[in-house]
């Protein structure tokens, strides 16, 4: 395995032999241990859910704990002239290679030793302890099955890391009330990339609390996290809402979402999200994309005559545990002020808490069977601003993408004010701001049109928001140059790049971002 090591590395470099030693002798104990993979083993890490990056790490490593990956960042950081990078690796659902190392060493997070504990405090409040390479659905299911208990905010898909999504944000229809999972969690424990483990809090270390969260992976490596929970749920209402008008639908969703503000904690829903669908029967983007449950049916007659080509739905939950009649009071009680939806295209289920926050797994087990998971992914994440969005439906839904995209193109409100500014997450100004994610889902080419369309066509979209002057950002930012990052920054750039310096000031970290070079 060595000689892989050699032979890939060493011979393109004039290294002197000192810094490869400390990465060789790294290397060969972990091979000892049977936690490192070179050459095809090491494939799943030049991989990611986006398929259409590939770059080979020059070695994958299984850490067994915090420990590991504080040696493997020291040896990497010591290795000033071997030009040598770390990525941690979650679940590899980036995009855009975000968490590869092209012949750096990558980190397979999910490794890590399990490590779990809720601890209940006197004052009612709880937090669960979890591992960084942990994906949601395990905590989820831990924290539910063993204490009747559930983190606050969630990610609408599951098999994500808490790493990986704390790293970005982690959002879902419940940040509008308790803001992203960034929000949610009260202590880290970290791995600089000098190598230092450390811990921190808002009271504690909190410059590199707040830089790590939205960080990019930038600053260091996540191994441990504290979630905050609450009680869980026993079943949920889940309840979809068919409108025709944009306005209809932005307006009652904000409604929805500010009632809160309104001091109105209880009397809101848990759950808020939206999406644009086409008015045609396509089954991935389409009418029958709406119905909760195969009895149900989308009766298109129902829809008044003067609906476009382009549908919306207003997505809610409300958590209950007692009997469904309960619920029922307080669900149209919600309903009941004047909302403006297409009363005859209303859908309803009654889920237990575990189905609802993972029904996103029943999409994976389908795309999958039809081959459409393992297709490239040109996904496009924006935050725009309330003052924006109208436009930005009227050119890009209902011109730009009125083809639809194969897949969801998700829109909903969130309030900037559960944001913590602190944090290295940037947003448009505006208090209301939509999140629009277009998750495309596509047959790989020629089955269906090549990447670099739609990738072209998300540039389109991108250059549209920017020659207009919108008050958006990129959400999973992704860009090529660094004034692009300076762009995407704005006044925040120079403090993010200060904070570089302090905790990764060779610019080992997540080279996947493409955000600093390497400082050799
Ligand atoms: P990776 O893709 O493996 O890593 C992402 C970045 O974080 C990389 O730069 C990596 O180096 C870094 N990183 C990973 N682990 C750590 C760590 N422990 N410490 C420090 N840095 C680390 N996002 C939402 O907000 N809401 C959603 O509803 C949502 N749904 C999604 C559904 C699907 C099907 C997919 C594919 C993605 C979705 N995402 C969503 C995006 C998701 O949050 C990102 O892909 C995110 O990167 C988490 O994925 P991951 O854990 O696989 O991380």
């Not at 803001?179 to 190598?195: A, D, F, M, R």
């Not at 029967?281 to 989308?298: I, M, T």
């Not at 298109?300 to 809610?316: D, H, I, N, W």
């Amino acid at each position: 395995m060595i000689a892989y090591l050699e032979c890939n590395f060493v011979q393109e470099n004039d290294t002197e032999s000192k810094p490869y030693e400390a990465v060789a002798g790294l290397c060969k104990e972990l091979d000892r241990r049977g936690r490192i993979a070179y050459g095809a083993a090491a494939g799943q890490a030049g991989k990611d859910f986006g398929g259409m990056n590939s770059l080979m790490p020059l070695a994958f490593i299984r850490p067994s704990g915090a420990d590991d990956v504080a040696r493997v960042v020291r040896a990497v950081a010591s290795s000033s002239n071997l030009n040598l990078t770390v990525a941690a690796r979650g679940n590899g659902h980036s995009i855009n290679g975000q968490a590869m190392a092209d012949k750096g060493l990558v980190l397979d997070m999910p490794s890590m030793e399990d490590h779990f504990s809720v601890v209940k405090m006197s004052n009612g409040s709880a937090y669960a302890d979890v591992s960084g390479g942990a994906l949601w659905e395990d905590v989820l299911k831990r924290c539910v099955r063993e204490h009747r208990m559930t983190p606050r905010s969630w990610t609408d898909y599951l098999s994500l890391t808490v790493g990986g999504t704390l790293s970005n944000a982690g959002v879902s229809g419940q940040a509008f009330r308790y803001g992203p999972q960034t929000s949610n969690v009260t202590e880290l424990e970290v791995v600089t990339g000098k190598g230092e483990t450390l811990v921190c809090s808002e009271t504690e270390n909190s410059e590199l609390f707040f830089s790590v969260l939205g960080g990019l992976g930038q600053f260091g490596i996540i191994t441990r996290a504290r979630v905050l929970l609450q009680p869980a749920p026993a079943m949920v209402r889940w309840i979809r809402l068919v409108y025709t008008e944009f306005d209809d639908f932005t307006r009652d969703a904000e409604l929805l979402v500010t009632r809160q503000q309104q001091g109105e904690e209880s009397d809101s829903f848990d759950y808020v999200e939206g999406f644009a669908f086409m008015n045609t029967d396509n089954p991935a983007d389409g009418r029958p994309s709406v119905p909760l449950h195969p009895d149900q049916v989308f009766d298109p007659t129902r829809l008044p005559k003067t609906a476009g080509s382009v549908l919306y739905c207003l997505e809610l939950a409300r958590h209950y545990s007692d009997h469904p009649s309960i619920v029922d009071m307080g669900v149209n009680r919600l309903l009941a002020g004047g909302l403006r939806f297409v009363k005859e295209l209303k859908f309803q289920l009654d889920v237990e808490y575990e189905e609802f926050l993972l029904r996103v797994k029943h999409s994976e087990d389908h795309a999958k069977a039809s081959g459409i998971w393992d297709s490239p992914h040109p996904w496009l994440n924006l935050f725009v601003s309330k003052s924006d969005i109208a436009n930005f439906d009227r050119v890009v839904f209902k011109e730009i993408l009125k083809d639809g995209i194969g897949g969801p193109m998700l829109v909903y409100p969130l309030l900037r004010s559960k944001w913590d500014d602190r944090t290295s997450v940037v947003l448009p100004k505006s208090e209301i701001f939509y999140i629009v994610a277009l998750l495309r889902f596509t047959p790989a080419y020629p089955n269906g049109p090549s990447f670099e369309t739609l990738v072209a066509q998300n540039q389109e979209i991108v250059q549209y928001c920017t020659n207009e002057g919108f008050d958006f950002k990129l959400y999973l930012p992704h860009y090529r140059s660094q004034d692009d990052w300076k762009q995407h920054f704005g006044n925040q750039w120079a403090r993010f790049g200060e904070l570089k310096t302090c905790f990764d000031p060779m610019a080992i970290l997540a080279p996947g971002q493409k955000i600093f070079p390497r400082i050799l």
